[in-house]
């Protein structure tokens, strides 16, 4: 039996149409980019630049432009990448322009200006070399479906837009950059986790090192919690080092994420989720995973799903309100401006994501959209912006309350958020 007959079979064809319908839009409607990751030597004049450092778990392309391919690499690769973003107002925050052409155009487009590989003593000497003040770190992890270069153009963006004090460096895995390679990619991010675990802790171990902020997206989550569950195992405990874990759309079982957190520990309350209910790429990866719920679109509106994350100390951020030019509603945390604006304030003011005197939901709905009309003085806290929160913060400044006001939580939050 062919593999379109087997496939066929087990959903049909209306099925798998349904299931991947999202998918085949974007993809219908989007341009990617393909072989343009090629140094062009120097920028234009107000370009911006952000030089990172990219540690890669995929196998080197013999196509120039390409640098890595979506296949396995035999070990972990390291290269400097600058990118040069286009000088304001020529885009708008939260947006990749992505090359469309080689040589590309850096008046207008995302180029990179140097690719160089690493060994030992240039990554010492690219630490030093752009070392932030605050001796902090921001490690970005991509998702599903993602190229290198996407992946290189994307962070480009996210680091310069958070306007985060953070050196940053990307991990990027062996993903095949196609909507049909979900089961790849799944298994890529399995092979890479002891790579990603690799670069947390040699980071950790620097003595120009203060703090590491691991940011992942999507299937990204699920590779980062794999490698935090087993340095957990491994040393008893996270780096101390190791002070926020922000989880975008995360593309992860609910079930296993609860026991990958028994597995953690005390540590899991270094945890930030930002969900959207809203999301058709986490709708079809359920479908895809036997109807599961997935991790990034938990309903947050259940009185129970905000006691489960409470017990564990955890901040969930929902983005269902947001509004951004993703089609998929995948993507908002780095989309939109005021999001990725956001989470740099926090780590720029050297505060957990999780914590200070004000929620990360709550700084992101005063400063996104607004606040919305009271819905109760002890439930105000949580719900009266946009961004819905459940953070130790606002759970604090709820008290004793919160098991009497639980059962209107719900209605509340449809109301703010319009769902």
Same mark, same amino acid.
């Given at each position: 039996?062919?593999?379109?007959?087997?496939?066929?079979?087990?959903?049909?064809?209306?099925?798998?149409?349904?299931?991947?319908?999202?998918?085949?839009?974007?993809?219908?409607?989007?341009?990617?980019?393909?072989?343009?990751?090629?140094?062009?030597?120097?920028?234009?004049?107000?370009?911006?630049?952000?030089?990172?450092?990219?540690?890669?778990?995929?196998?080197?392309?013999?196509?120039?432009?390409?640098?890595?391919?979506?296949?396995?690499?035999?070990?972990?690769?390291? /290269?400097?990448?600058?990118?040069?973003?286009?000088?304001?107002?020529?885009?708008?925050?939260?947006?990749?322009?992505?090359?469309?052409?080689?040589?590309?155009?850096?008046?207008?487009?995302?180029?990179?200006?140097?690719?160089?590989?690493?060994?030992?003593?240039?990554?010492?000497?690219?630490?030093?070399?752009?070392?932030?003040?605050?001796?902090?770190?921001?490690?970005?992890?991509?998702?599903?479906?993602?190229?290198? /270069?996407?992946?290189?153009?994307?962070?480009?963006?996210?680091?310069?837009?958070?306007?985060?004090?953070?050196?940053?460096?990307?991990?990027?895995?062996?993903?095949?950059?196609?909507?049909?390679?979900?089961?790849?990619?799944?298994?890529?991010?399995?092979?890479?986790?002891?790579?990603?675990?690799?670069?947390?802790?040699?980071?950790?171990?620097?003595?120009?090192?203060?703090?590491?902020?691991?940011?992942?997206?999507?299937?990204?989550?699920?590779?980062?919690?794999?490698?935090?569950?087993?340095?957990?195992?491994?040393?008893?405990?996270?780096?101390?080092?190791?002070?926020?874990?922000?989880?975008?759309?995360?593309?992860?079982?609910?079930?296993?994420?609860?026991?990958?957190?028994? /597995?953690?520990?005390?540590?899991?309350?270094?945890?930030?989720?930002?969900?959207?209910?809203?999301?058709?790429?986490?709708?079809?990866?359920?479908?895809?995973?036997?109807?599961?719920?997935?991790?990034?679109?938990?309903?947050?509106?259940?009185?129970?799903?905000?006691?489960?994350?409470?017990?564990?100390?955890?901040?969930?951020?929902?983005?269902?309100?947001?509004?951004?030019?993703?089609?998929?509603?995948?993507?908002?945390?780095?989309?939109?401006?005021?999001?990725?604006?956001?989470?740099?304030?926090?780590?720029?003011?050297?505060?957990?994501?999780?914590?200070?005197?004000?929620?990360?939901?709550?700084?992101?709905?005063?400063?996104?959209?607004?606040?919305?009309?009271?819905?109760?003085?002890?439930?105000?806290?949580?719900?009266?912006?946009?961004?819905?929160?459940?953070?130790?913060?606002?759970?604090?400044?709820?008290?004793?309350?919160?098991?009497?006001?639980?059962?209107?939580?719900?209605?509340?939050?449809?109301?703010?958020?319009?769902?």
């Amino acid at each position: 039996m062919t593999l379109s007959r087997l496939v066929g079979a087990l959903i049909g064809r209306r099925g798998l149409v349904t299931i991947l319908a999202p998918f085949l839009l974007l993809s219908a409607c989007a341009s990617r980019p393909y072989a343009t990751l090629v140094a062009v030597g120097e920028t234009v004049p107000g370009a911006r630049e952000v030089d990172m450092l990219v540690a890669t778990t995929r196998a080197p392309s013999p196509v120039a432009g390409v640098v890595f391919s979506g296949d396995r690499g035999p070990g972990l690769s390291l /290269e400097n990448i600058v990118v040069s973003i286009p000088p304001a107002g020529t885009r708008k925050a939260g947006e990749v322009v992505y090359p469309k052409s080689t040589p590309p155009d850096p008046s207008r487009e995302f180029v990179a200006l140097r690719i160089d590989p690493m060994n030992e003593g240039a990554v010492d000497r690219w630490f030093r070399q752009r070392e932030a003040p605050s001796g902090r770190l921001l490690i970005f992890v991509h998702g599903f479906n993602s190229s290198y /270069e996407e992946a290189v153009f994307r962070f480009a963006q996210i680091s310069h837009d958070s306007g985060a004090d953070a050196a940053p460096i990307l991990f990027t895995w062996p993903s095949q950059g196609s909507i049909f390679g979900y089961l790849y990619d799944r298994e890529s991010a399995n092979y890479s986790r002891s790579s990603l675990e690799k670069v947390i802790e040699e980071a950790a171990a620097r003595r120009d090192v203060s703090e590491i902020t691991v940011m992942a997206h999507s299937m990204g989550s699920w590779l980062t919690m794999e490698a935090l569950r087993q340095m957990a195992i491994r040393k008893g405990r996270l780096p101390a080092k190791l002070t926020n874990v922000i989880l975008a759309s995360p593309d992860l079982d609910v079930d296993v994420f609860h026991e990958q957190l028994d /597995e953690i520990g005390r540590d899991q309350s270094r945890i930030t989720i930002f969900t959207s209910k809203d999301d058709r790429a986490l709708l079809v990866s359920r479908r895809l995973a036997g109807g599961v719920q997935r991790l990034g679109a938990v309903d947050l509106t259940r009185p129970e799903v905000q006691a489960s994350f409470a017990q564990r100390g955890i901040t969930v951020v929902d983005l269902t309100s947001v509004r951004t030019g993703d089609s998929l509603n995948h993507t908002k945390f780095a989309q939109s401006a005021e999001v990725v604006k956001a989470i740099g304030r926090r780590l720029i003011e050297g505060q957990k994501v999780s914590e200070g005197n004000l929620g990360l939901g709550e700084t992101l709905g005063a400063a996104a959209i607004g606040t919305a009309q009271g819905v109760g003085s002890a439930v105000n806290a949580a719900v009266t912006v946009p961004a819905a929160i459940v953070d130790r913060g606002a759970r604090q400044r709820l008290g004793q309350s919160i098991e009497d006001v639980g059962r209107n939580i719900g209605g509340s939050l449809q109301t703010v958020t319009g769902n």
